[in-house]
Antibody, heavy 117, light 106 residues
Framework: EVQLVQSGAEVKKPGESLKISCQES????????IGWVRQMPGKGLEWLGI????????RYSPSFQGQVTISADESIRTVYLQWGSLKASDTGVYYC??????????WGQGTTVTVSS | DIQMTQSPSSLSAAVGDRVIITCRAS??????LAWFQQKPGKAPKSLIY???RLQSGVPSKFSGSGSGTDFTLTITSLQPEDFATYYC?????????FGQGTNLEI
């Protein structure tokens, strides 16, 4: 069974940097697109961007372009989401999701990011 | 960006009921539509892709239909574990976009 295992919860201060991860485990399936979704407290789901780990082709949603960086290391089947300077408004739960181009077949368990002074 | 509008935003139902949630796209998306279920404090769960195809392991009480701009998710014989928030999402063109969610409650 394929799983997406995300890194643990983070508590950071405004202005700090952060990189969270999402590792695919399970069968040796082909490389698929993986995306990141944000859920702010009490709110709905929003796509941040997607990446194809095979060649690191990346697409960002306009609202998040320049705000985050998505990267991947195909050799360890891991995708990353990175912030250079966190803001309080980055607080939320971040999910990775496999195969967003065909409707998502597997979700990560979520990583809670709290940004507070 | 393609806007996805779900209705209703919240829905009250009883165990055993049949409910229908609708999702409308601001422009045609063929059948590139998915439905997800999310329970409080949990990751979303994928239910349907390609507007009407069930993800592996999803019971047949869930069904989807539609094409173009108008879509529906139907849930029959509601059980306590079905009370959750449901989201539609288009993947016809990037940026992919979700509906605002429908909170299904008792």
């Amino acid at each position: 069974e394929v799983q997406l295992v995300q890194s643990g919860a983070e508590v950071k201060k405004p202005g700090e940097s952060l990189k969270i991860s999402c590792q695919e485990s399970g069968d040796n399936s082909p490389t698929f697109w993986i995306g990141w979704v944000r859920q702010m407290p009490g709110k709905g789901l929003e796509w941040l961007g997607i990446i194809y780990p095979g060649d690191s082709t990346t697409r960002y949603s306009p609202s998040f372009q320049g705000q985050v960086t998505i990267s991947a290391d195909e050799s360890i089947r891991t995708v990353y989401l990175q912030w250079g300077s966190l803001k309080a408004s980055d607080t939320g739960v971040y999910y990775c999701a496999r195969r967003p181009d065909v409707g998502v077949d597997v979700w990560g368990q979520g990583t809670t990011v709290t940004v507070s002074s | 960006d393609i806007q996805m509008t779900q209705s209703p935003s919240s829905l009250s139902a009883a165990v055993g009921d049949r409910v229908i949630i609708t999702c409308r796209a601001s422009q045609g998306i063929s059948d590139y539509l998915a439905w997800f279920q999310q329970k409080p404090g949990k990751a979303p769960k994928s239910l349907i892709y390609a507007a009407s195809r069930l993800q592996s392991g999803v019971p047949s009480k869930f069904s989807g239909s539609g094409s173009g701009t108008d879509f529906t998710l139907t849930i029959t014989s509601l059980q306590p574990e079905d009370f959750a928030t449901y989201y539609c999402q288009q993947y016809n063109s990037y940026p992919y976009t979700f509906g605002q969610g429908t909170n299904l409650e008792i």
